[in-house]
């Protein structure tokens, strides 16, 4: 994996996403750079941060579930 | 040990934000867990948080069916559903389409981390050396910022951030190995 396709794949980790005109989630800009293999290592990545960052919230809340409360109570 | 979930159905009906969250906090990775075999296809983060944002809107129409999980069981479908719609919507090749369609529904069985695996990954963070513990902070606590914003607020540039924050993930990683945790293994 180069440098390049290594910050693309941390780009995509995050639990960011933008929003479209509707305020539908849409995919990570980063995501439509990447290779299949490396979409699949992405998202193996995140789902492997998602339950370190649950099992250290008190709430057992991830950084998908924080932002989407955050939309649902109008973040 | 499962749970079922649906306990929490008549306060998210009701419109309880908190309510939700302790659904998400249980149903979050079995709903991720289905989209894994299309995630060469879709954005998985982004089907997931649209998908949930979607099982809040509907939750409150949903009647438990005699069995356990009723909303999990929906939210899994209505991924896999939205799913499916985007590699349309991307023309993939319908007969990839097709093999996908047809992949077993996951199940809606599940379990958590135990209160020592929450402990030693804590112990783990709390090794981390100063730049990439502040970036993973920062990712921690601005999960719906984006990344530049929150290199900003850390007083990085975003390269150093995106590279600060893989050094911490893989840094918390190694950490867990030398003391026998296996994150796909333990938290699944």
């Known amino acids: 994996m180069t440098r390049d396709e290594a910050l693309l794949i941390e780009q995509v980790v995050s639990a960011w996403r933008p929003r479209d005109a509707d305020g539908g989630v849409r995919a ?28 250290l919230d008190p709430d057992g809340l991830s950084g998908t579930a924080k932002a989407v409360l955050a939309r649902i109570r109008g973040g | 040990m ?3 979930l649906d306990a ?10 908190d309510a939700f969250g302790r659904w998400v906090a249980g149903a979050e990775d079995r709903v991720r867990g289905s989209l894994m075999g299309l995630a060469a296809h879709v954005d998985v983060e982004a089907v997931l948080q649209e998908t949930l944002l979607r099982t809040w809107q509907v939750a409150p129409r949903v009647r438990p069916d005699g069995r356990p999980n009723a909303l999990l069981r929906l939210a899994i479908r209505a991924a896999r ?19 996908l369609e047809r992949l077993p529904e996951p199940s809606a069985a599940m379990s958590g981390p135990d209160p020592l695996l929450r402990r030693v990954i804590a112990a783990c963070r709390e090794r981390l050396p100063g730049k990439p513990a502040a970036a993973l902070l920062a990712r ?3 999960p719906g910022k984006a990344d530049r914003d929150l290199a900003e607020l850390v ?15 893989k840094l918390l990683g190694d950490c867990l190995s030398k003391r026998g945790v296996d994150v796909d293994l333990e938290l699944a």
Do not use: C
């Open chain 1, 28 to 55: 990570h800009p980063a995501w439509h750079d990447l290779p299949d293999t490396l979409r699949e290592e992405a998202a193996r990545q995140t789902r492997r941060q998602r339950r370190m960052e649950a099992a």
């Open chain 2, 2 to 4: 499962d749970q079922d």
């Open chain 2, 8 to 17: 929490y159905l008549p306060d998210i009906a009701a419109g309880d934000p």
């Open chain 2, 81 to 99: 559903n939205l799913a499916l719609s985007e590699l349309r919507k991307a023309r993939v090749r319908p007969a990839v389409v097709a093999d």
């Open chain 2, 140 to 142: 921690l606590q601005g």
């Open chain 2, 155 to 169: 007083g990085m540039k975003l390269n150093t951030f995106l590279q600060n924050v893989t050094r911490a993930r």
